[in-house]
């Protein structure tokens, strides 16, 4: 298996520390509103990257956090007149209600900082005893002079970043580029007390106390957005080198941009959509199997026409799948055919297929068109014929495929239903004169033993004998 790693800019074979295991940390939402559609997609995306890791036979510990202490959420706590707990936690449980409805898995561990206090005090200590951290007036500041290698995951030299730096003339930090480990405590503001007196965590020194407390001091996989790589995962970098004086992590994956109506998603151009939002609108699985049809690292264009293409891909799957059902429930014959058993090794080819493609840097989009072309296949092959054991094997091994990435995992509308809707489509689309898709809808129901007869009554419809 390869990964594209970000520190090292190509694919590097993945060898992780402990054979057999993998250590991952993916950043969490920041929880004072419900998460928006460009955080679903590092959520999405590597749960089901954990997902193949795990089928192709790793133990994964996952851990993702909950940034539960910010200044956004004091922000929303005084504004609807209630604690910054009370805002936090309310917002978990909705993370957890769209995570779910997505087919997100639960992490191996779900880590929050109020929970974590105590690690994160005596990390900064420790940053302070070695030289790394100093202390003015009660605020906490790491040094990023003090770290030599600081700038090489984004690949920007510390002298260019204090030449683009904003420096605020009543600003206290020696350098522009020293970020905040710990905060003084404001008025209305939560706060914990400290060595340097009460305040809070800076945001950036969490994921490093986390994933050290949950993983070790050098971790396999660390995944997040694109929008993470600066400034704060090269702050994660920072600290935990300096503390621990070893690798971080050994490779770092990131998600490329989500675009709007190929816009860039801002609230101030009015196209900014939490998940909960679009899930109003559009199946969790649809928009699941939508993210999943592009590549992570790429950027992807978000809108409402690609999700109805998306859900008419999807629809093919499920129609397929709920076929399949339909024709063991009906076959004639048990055991296998002679003829079905070459078949059989063209169908179970498809698997390496799939693999081959998804070890090439977690390539989900090809994983997705291999299923397609296993979907083509058992069109033309899956027919009333065919004996219950081949018809079988070929269900086992359509959904082992889509449930590594999640996909094709609800139930849907029975069949006949399904086909109804299709035929329905299809009389819309004549009347649209677009006899193009009507004919398509006919020839994907020919290949499934559905035979369309069109009468004065209407359509009328029977399975081929």
């Not at 604690?83 to 309310?90: A, F, G, I, T």
Request: hydrophobic share 35%; with cysteine; net charge negative.
């Amino acid at each position: 298996m390869k990964l594209y790693n970000t520190m090292t800019k190509q694919k590097d074979e993945f060898i992780p520390i402990e054979p057999g295991k993998v250590r991952m940390y993916v950043c969490g939402p920041t929880v004072y509103n419900f998460f928006h559609i460009g955080n679903a997609r590092p959520f999405l995306m590597f749960d089901a990257f954990r997902r193949y890791l795990e089928y192709r036979g790793y133990e994964v510990t996952y851990v993702q956090n909950f940034t539960d202490v910010d200044d956004k959420i004091i922000k929303k706590a005084n504004e609807d007149s209630v604690s910054s707990l009370d805002v936090s936690e309310l917002y978990i449980a909705e993370y957890f209600k769209d995570a779910d409805a997505l087919g997100i898995h639960r992490a191996t561990h779900h880590p929050k900082v109020t929970e974590t206090m105590d690690e994160i005090i005596s990390f900064i200590k420790d940053l302070e005893d070695k030289g790394f951290a100093y202390e003015i007036d009660g605020n906490v500041y790491f040094a990023v002079s003090s770290f030599k290698p600081y700038g090489k995951l984004s690949r920007q030299s510390l002298e260019d970043l204090e030449a683009g730096a904003r420096i605020d003339i009543s600003e206290e930090k020696r350098n522009p580029m020293d970020f905040a480990l710990w905060k003084k405590k404001k008025e209305g503001e939560p706060a914990w007390m400290s060595p340097w007196g009460e305040g809070r965590p800076g945001w950036h020194i969490e994921c490093s106390v986390m994933s050290t407390k949950y993983l070790g001091e050098t971790i396999d996989i660390h995944a997040g957005g694109q929008d993470l790589i600066f400034p704060h995962h090269e702050n994660e970098i920072a600290q935990s080198e300096a503390k621990t004086g070893k690798r971080y992590v050994n490779y770092w994956m990131h998600n490329g941009y989500i675009n709007i109506e190929n816009q860039k998603m801002s609230k101030s151009l009015n196209n900014f959509f939490t998940t909960r939002e679009i899930l109003e609108s559009f199946d969790p699985d649809v928009v699941r199997f939508f993210m999943l049809s592009a590549h992570y690292r790429n950027p992807i264009n978000f809108s409402r026409t690609l999700l109805e293409s998306a859900k008419n891909g999807l629809d093919r799957l499920y129609t397929l799948r709920n076929n399949l059902e339909y024709l063991i429930e009906n076959a004639s014959t048990v055991e296998l055919k002679t003829d079905e058993a070459e078949i059989l090794k063209v169908v179970t080819s498809y698997k390496d297929k799939f693999i081959e493609v998804m070890d090439d840097d977690f390539n989900s989009a090809d994983g997705i068109s291999v299923i397609f072309e296993l979907t083509r296949y058992l069109n033309t092959v899956a027919t009333p014929n065919a004996s219950k054991d081949f018809l079988v094997k070929s269900k086992a091994l359509f959904e082992e495929l889509t449930n590594v990435l999640g996909i094709v995992q609800k139930e849907r509308a029975s069949i006949d239903d399904q086909i109804e809707a299709l035929i329905e489509k299809r009389q819309n689309a004549r009347k649209n004169k677009d006899f193009a898709l009507a004919d398509q809808i006919r020839d994907e129901l020919k290949q499934q033993g559905i035979i369309l007869e069109d009468t004065p009554q209407g359509v009328k419809w029977h399975r081929e004998a």
